[in-house]
């Protein structure tokens, strides 16, 4: 695995290539905000309809302590879900793979509690671990997380290519053999794939949830209290930290994905 | 022929969709007798079963009649043992391997202690010439350079009998030729016994020391040639006239097979 490192750029070039290639995204950024703030202030927009990108700065300044305690409760959840949700879909789908009998009724059943939304689901999981539970709020996130992992992961260990098979079968392989040497590596992209689709979704599930009780230091609860009071620019504020939570934790899957795949990365690397 | 047999095949048939209307005879009636440490070439046009007969024999398929012996065992048998090693027409190396770790997989598999496969590989990587590759992933290398790996996974365990099913056919003329001639050097480094299928009769007669040649329609064998060419073959071989005549033997025995139009 190390060597290949060494055929790739060197530092320099590469950190070039990567502030040109981040260039455009930062001016894009810069020139939309100057947009928004020009817009709405020559129009004389209302605060309740769209706050400018200053008053939401200002805002967040204000309540930065409680916007960041609030975060933080919000995040456990999120990232105990994730987890759950991922490791359950993976897990799930080994079994369905090795007996694809199975394959029918687990999905019919994991489509059926997909679509249990996430006002029945959230009460539901208060009720069974507590309202103060993490476990409520995860819940919530871990059945969200689920469905797409599960779905792409049986997809990824099932489609192999019959080559790569009949490989294994020349070399006398045993099924946990095949399993493991072939096709969860061969999943790999697509639980990647799935985990990426799932961070928002765990996001949006505890968020949603909060609002069914728990902890009131949470973001989902500020940003419905703010919303209420009404104050829009403390509210956006929210939104826009939820949304950076949701970010982070993409760009986290991303960095696993290529510190797991090197192989992948490498690829596209070369491609771009 | 003098070498006692490694491989026997007896009586064979291959009837695929058997029973239907759609049945194809595959193989009929085959009787073929392998030395040990021969090079063999299962040479015909597509459809004559050659790959179905190299299939029969490392137990990827199973022949509708007749009896198989793989190194005195049963087809089965000599797979579970890991008698043999397979090359396919695609390398089919796993794209998440790196060189080193795909060329380990069979030793892996065999559940060999680590510190063995490692050294095993590297010493396979070496035969094959491509040990300062061995850290690369599949897509940095070129096509015969991913086909010269697959060669090196094939032997890594030591196997008495190297199957090999059409392992050139996806390379250019170039690396053809150049790949032909690495392995006879590994045939004669290894003293393994390989049944080779081609449709290529130039290749066939370079390659082997006998070549089966088979017609289509039912697959059957038309006839067996011994190639006494001296070794080492080098290109200069490709140039001689004992060569020239061999080819034309072959050919001959091609097109006057019976339902036989064309072939490559």
């Known amino acids: 695995m190390s060597t290949l490192r060494l055929s790739r750029p060197a530092g320099g070039p590469a950190l070039k290539a990567r502030a040109l290639r981040f260039t455009p995204v930062a001016l894009t950024a810069v020139i939309l905000l100057s947009l928004w703030q020009a817009a709405i202030t020559l129009f004389d927009v209302p605060v309740f309809i769209m706050p400018t990108p200053v008053m939401i700065a200002e805002a967040f300044q204000h309540d930065f302590g409680t916007i960041m305690s609030a975060s933080r409760s919000t995040v456990e959840p999120v990232l105990l879900g994730l987890v759950m949700g991922s490791l359950g879909g993976v897990a799930v789908a080994l079994v369905v793979s090795r007996f694809p009998r199975l394959s029918g009724p687990v999905l019919n059943t994991a489509v059926l509690i997909n679509c249990a939304p996430i006002v029945a689901l959230a009460p539901i999981f208060n009720n069974w671990f507590g309202v103060t539970s993490l476990l409520s709020k995860a819940g919530v996130a871990a059945v969200m997380v689920f469905f797409p992992v599960f779905v792409n992961t049986t997809r990824g260990l099932l489609q192999i290519a019959p080559l790569h098979l009949e490989i294994m079968e020349s070399l006398a392989a045993g099924p946990r053999q095949v399993a493991f040497l072939l096709r969860l590596p061969n999943a790999l992209p697509f639980v990647f794939n799935a985990l990426k689709l799932g961070t928002t979704l765990a996001v949006i599930g505890v968020i949603v949830s909060e609002y069914f009780g728990g902890s009131t230091e949470a973001l989902g609860v500020y940003i419905a209290y703010q919303a209420a009071l009404p104050r829009f620019d403390y509210a956006w504020a929210g939104i826009l930290v939820s949304g950076a939570i949701g970010l982070g934790l993409f760009g986290a899957v991303t960095l696993l994905e290529r510190i797991l795949m090197p192989w992948h990365d490498s690829l596209h690397e070369e491609k771009s | ?264």
């Not at chain 2, 597509?46 to 509708?64: E, F, I, N, Y």
Request: charged share 25%; glycine share 8%.
């Open chain 2, 1 to 264: 022929m003098a070498e006692p047999a490694i491989i026997s095949v007896r009586g064979v048939n291959k009837v695929f969709n058997g029973g239907s209307d759609r049945a194809v005879t595959a193989l009929q009636d085959i009787d073929l007798t392998l030395g040990r440490g021969e090079f063999i070439s299962l040479l015909g046009p597509s459809g004559c079963g050659k790959s179905t007969l190299l299939r029969v024999m490392a137990d990827l398929t199973a022949p509708t009649s007749g009896t198989v012996t793989v190194n005195g065992k049963t087809p089965g048998a000599a797979r579970a043992d890991r008698d043999y090693g397979m090359v396919f027409q695609q390398a089919g190396l796993f794209e998440w391997r790196s060189v080193l770790r795909n060329v380990e997989l069979p030793l892996q598999v065999a559940g060999a202690k680590k510190e063995v496969h490692r050294a095993k590989a590297m010493e396979m990587l070496e035969l094959v010439r491509l040990s300062e590759f061995a850290g690369h992933y599949p897509w940095q290398l070129s096509g015969g350079m991913q086909q010269r790996v697959a060669i090196a996974r094939a032997l890594s365990t030591d196997p008495e009998i190297l199957f090999m099913d059409e392992p050139l056919g996806a390379l250019d003329e170039m690396n053809r030729e150049r790949l032909q001639g690495e392995l006879l050097r590994i045939w004669g480094d290894t003293r393994t016994t390989v049944v080779f299928v081609t449709h290529s009769i130039s290749e066939a007669v370079f390659l082997s020391s006998r070549v089966v040649v088979m017609s289509a329609r039912p697959g059957r064998v038309a006839a067996c040639i011994d190639v006494d060419l001296p070794h080492p073959r080098t290109a200069e071989t490709r140039t001689t006239p004992e060569f020239f005549e061999k080819v034309k033997e072959v050919r001959e025995a091609l097109h006057g097979a019976p339902s036989e139009q064309a072939a490559a």
